[in-house]
């Protein structure tokens, strides 16, 4: 399984002044199933939690990707 990129998500606090911060990782990856794939994004968030504070989310692109996707049909009344 190819991925093309990784999102890595900062949330931060605007609350207290820490804005939310992204990196893309990109020029694909190879997986060779769903679990090799969760373990690089386990271990891309332990990377960026020694890195940043708060919360963070780890997506690949195709993810996001499929999210637009279905918000948008959800907008039209398409359904899933």
Do not use: A
């Amino acid at each position: 399984m190819e991925v093309k990129s990784f999102i890595i998500t900062s949330h931060g606090d605007p609350s207290v002044g820490i804005f939310p911060t992204t990196w893309e990782l990109k020029n694909g990856f190879f997986f060779d199933d769903d679990q090799d794939l969760n373990q690089f994004k386990e271990g891309l968030h332990e990377l960026f939690m020694n890195y940043v504070d708060g919360k963070i989310s780890v997506e690949t692109s195709e993810e996001i990707q499929s999210e637009i996707e279905y918000f948008e049909r959800m907008e039209k009344g398409l359904g899933v």
